[in-house]
């Protein structure tokens, strides 16, 4: 990290999107856009992804761990991140029959998708089945029944794997640890849940029992909690003829200045490795969500208020908040801002970047930096904001979704338009 990185310094060019160039006026580009011709063509607030930045993470995630490697689909979804991911190679990750319709609307044949969820409906499966789902990850014994009454029926038999939760709490916010004994996913490898299901799966002619499934959270640095579960699992590839290995997501980005994060390769490598030593000569697999798409974007908010309370806080207030990214209220999560129209400037002047919304915990940037000219009208940028916030989203305060566009080689495609007040009375009888 150069000094000029530090607080007060430049945002650092290792968080933009790949493509991110500043002109000589200082003006930040994406995909050859200008950011601000963006902002005045398509309004604010905007999601603005570089095609080439999710093209790049979806090669690299095929040449860590193969074709047919997944995209966590809850990490961005829209028909055109869908298509993208298809074209490159992935398979889907889908967690509800919503995602699901969203990947087939994209043209994604379901042998391409994985059925994930911890409360399959039998109309998620019903529909996953009949269409010959790649894959479901079967996660409890209520499910296994489902599907023994949907295949009883008729339906065919789908390859399943099964989501063992190996009792790692890896070291992430606790509500996105999903691999410790005391979580609703999957059967615990503690508890002896995995035993009987592996068995019951096994001798079940409504499945075909293809590999093992584990995730054991989000936003995690370190390699040893992936090679800590895949210790735990290898037993059940030593003793059986188990295909495939699924070691889900969850491998951590930088959001800030001063944090690194491994690459998809390293990880990649840092996961056979484990396999290797492990004993375990199974096809490898994951499902990467957050890894490819969060640094591929960033949202452009207009600054409609600044309000500065001597000797306590500047609050520049902008045209959207928790409503386009929950993620700083949900878990704390922490961002950078800065102006795209002097991407280059030293960010001197300390303050907490909100929204609109009637709520004081509205916060999208809590310690921010921008240059000391800030001012009504600007436009501001978060970076890194292309995981879990368009996607986790709402309209709170009947606020309208922004709109999403996919930027590259100097033109810009709306993949997403924004919402309208009428759209907000669409399901209104
Ligand atoms: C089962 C499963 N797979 C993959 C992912 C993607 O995780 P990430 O976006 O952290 O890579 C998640 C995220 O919650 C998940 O629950």
Redesign the pocket.
Known sequence: MSAADGPGGPLPAALLPLTAEVDADDRLRIGGCDTLALAEEFGTPLFVYDEAHLRARCREAVEAFGPGVNY?T??FLCKAMAALAHEEGLHL?V?TAGEYHVARAAGVPASALVL?GNNKSTGELARALREGVGRI?VDSFDELDRIEALVAAGLPAPAVLL?LTPGIEAHTHEY?Q?GQDDSK?GFGVHTGAADAAFQRAQASPAVDLVGLHT?IG??IFEARFFERAIEVLARWFHDHELPELSV????GVAYVAGEEAPSIAEWGKAVHDACAAAGITARLTA?????IVAQAAVTLYTVGTVKDIPGIRTYVAVDGGMSDNPRPVLYGSGYETFLPRSTGAARTRRVTVVGKHCESGDVLVREGRVPADLRVGDVLATPVTG??GHSMGSNYNKVPRPAVVFVADGSARLVVRRETEDDLLRHDL
């Open positions: 966590a809850k990490a990750d967690s994930h990850v989501r996105v999903t996913f995730h989000s936003q889900g997501g969850g491998i499902e990467p969500g957050r890894a995981a879990y």
